[in-house]
C-alpha cells in the first residue's frame, strides 16, 4: 500500500513515516501544499494522511483538490484545529477521518488500517483469503493450508499487494509504485528478487502454485493450471 502523508513538521513527520515504513508501507512525503500537489499529479496512493496547517496553503482546500481530481481513496487529516467547525470543514471537504494533535503512533496506525479496510475489496473484514492462503491484516500473520508462515515486512506488503490484485496482473512497475517508495530506483531487479524470496515460502512447499510470472509484464497472483 502507498501513502502520501503531508506535513510540515519535520519531527512528526519523521516519526510517523518512520513508523509506517516499518509496518510495511511505502511513503512519500511532502512538506508542502505545492508538493502535494505535484505528487498527487504524477501518482496514485492507497491513503493520504494530510496535515490541515500547511506553510503555503491549507490542508482542506488540498482534500477539495484531490476530491476535484478524482481521488477515490481514503483522507485522514492530522490536526491540533479541534473544534467543531474545523472539523466539518474538513469532512465537507471529502476527509473520512480526523486526528488531533499530539497523537499516540498506534492510534494512527489504528485508523489507517480501518480507512484502508473500509475502502478495500473486503470492508467488513481484516482478511485477505485467496485459495488456501490467509493473511490477517491486524496481527500481521500468514498462513497456507493451515501452516503458519513467517514473511519480513517488505514480503508482507508485497504479498499483500499481490492478494488485493489476485486475478489480475500487476507490473513491475506497479507493485514498486504500491511496495516501495519514490526514493526507490526503479532500474533495479529488486521486485524479481523479492518475488523468487516469497515464492520459496508461499509456493516451494506446496503443490500449487499461486504467484504466476506474466512473461514481458510482471506477475499475478492465480491458480496453477492444471
Given amino acids: 500500500m502507498r501513502i502520501l502523508l503531508v506535513e510540515d513538521e519535520k519531527k512528526l513527520a519523521s516519526f510517523v513515516l518512520k513508523g509506517l515504513a516499518e509496518h510495511g508501507y511505502a511513503v512519500d512525503m511532502a512538506e508542502t501544499y505545492k508538493e502535494a500537489i505535484e505528487l498527487a499529479s504524477d501518482n496514485d496512493y492507497d491513503l ?29 487529516m492530522l490536526t ?7 472539523k466539518v ?13 499530539p497523537f499516540a503512533f498506534e492510534e494512527l496506525m489504528a485508523r489507517v488500517r480501518a480507512l ?23 496481527s500481521r500473520k500468514v498462513s497456507r493450508s493451515g501452516q503458519d508462515i513467517s514473511l519480513t515486512t517488505r514480503e508482507f506488503a508485497l504479498l499483500e499487494y499481490l492478494m488485493r490484485n489476485a486475478g489480475r496482473p500487476v507490473s513491475r512497475t506497479q507493485i514498486i509504485e504500491h511496495v516501495w517508495d519514490m526514493s526507490f530506483d526503479s532500474g533495479s531487479n529488486v521486485v524479481d528478487v523479492y518475488v523468487n524470496m516469497l515464492r520459496k515460502k508461499i509456493d516451494k512447499p ?19 493450471a492444471s
Fill in 48 to 76: 493520504v494522511v494530510l496535515d490541515v496547517m500547511l506553510p503555503d496553503g491549507n490542508g482542506v482546500d488540498f482534500a477539495n483538490w484531490l476530491r476535484g481530481n478524482d481521488y477515490k481513496g481514503p483522507i485522514l
Fill in 80 to 86: 491540533a484545529l479541534t473544534s467543531t467547525t474545523d
Fill in 89 to 101: 470543514k474538513g469532512l465537507d471537504a471529502g476527509a473520512d477521518d480526523y486526528l488531533a494533535k
Fill in 116 to 138: 484502508l479496510r473500509r475502502y478495500g475489496d473486503s470492508p467488513e473484514s481484516s482478511v485477505l483469503k485467496f485459495g488456501d492462503v490467509e493473511m490477517n491484516l491486524i
Fill in 206 to 224: 506446496f503443490d500449487s502454485k499461486i504467484i504466476q510470472t506474466v512473461v514481458g509484464f510482471g506477475y499475478e497472483m492465480r491458480a496453477e
